[in-house]
């Protein structure tokens, strides 16, 4: 199985030259520190900085840089800093190529849950209804199942719904999976892990077409 470096590395495949991406809290904010050195990318936090950089090493840390998830951040040659107002102006108007979220919980037609479980206590949405909402392009990342190894990818989200028909693209510590014709359809499996490990782990209807590759690193 893939651990939570190794799925934001995958995922960091997924970012193109000249992307303009907003990372999510958890797993998402790991993409940054694998990003190819040969390309430029801009990454955007909605607490308002374009042009995040990788995570500092320990002792260079500034308190006064942060993205949205309160973690401290380094910020590249040229990047900028804006209110709350220009970063989601930027978001709904849809200037951001890529959005990369954690997830709760995601159904087989794209619907999304991320930011509240019933009966406990959040300090709200947050971002992700606007970037749900805005984005063009949202791939996810988390776990295939949760601690009591029950699955995460369902027929429909048992949570409340953050977007609904909105995610493309889903990297687990199992498997790349995308969302087309409202299913799961399987396009790499983690070292190790068998078409049958995956079609176990997850609830959703499974489309495996032929032979499916390992996830190349």
């Excluded at 040969?38 to 500034?62: A, K, R, T, Y």
Aim: net charge negative; with cysteine.
């Amino acid at each position: 199985m893939l651990t939570k470096e190794q799925i934001a590395q995958r995922i960091a495949k997924e970012v193109k030259n000249g992307y303009y991406v907003n990372l999510g809290i958890g797993i998402p904010t790991l993409v940054a520190n694998f990003v190819r050195d040969d390309i430029e990318v801009e990454f955007q936090s909605e607490n308002g900085i374009l042009g995040m950089g990788p995570f500092p090493v320990d002792g260079e840390e500034d308190p006064d840089l942060i993205n949205a998830g309160k973690q401290t951040i380094t910020a590249l040659p040229g990047a900028s800093f804006f209110d709350s107002a220009t970063s989601f102006g930027m978001i709904r108007g849809q200037h951001v190529d890529l959005t990369i979220l954690g997830a709760m919980e995601v159904a087989q037609n794209g619907d999304i849950a991320n930011w509240k479980i019933p009966g406990k206590m959040v300090k709200g949405m947050g971002g992700a209804m606007d970037l749900v909402a805005s984005a063009e392009n949202i791939i996810v990342a988390m776990m295939h199942t949760n601690r009591a190894g029950e699955s995460k990818l369902l027929k429909q989200c048992s949570l409340p719904l953050t977007g609904v028909n909105c995610v493309k693209k889903i990297v687990t510590n199992l498997a790349v999976l995308e969302i087309k014709e409202g299913a799961f359809v399987l396009l790499e499996r983690a070292p190790g892990v068998s078409v049958d490990d995956i079609r176990n782990a997850t609830q959703g209807d499974l489309i495996v077409n032929g032979s499916i590759p390992e996830i190349e690193l």
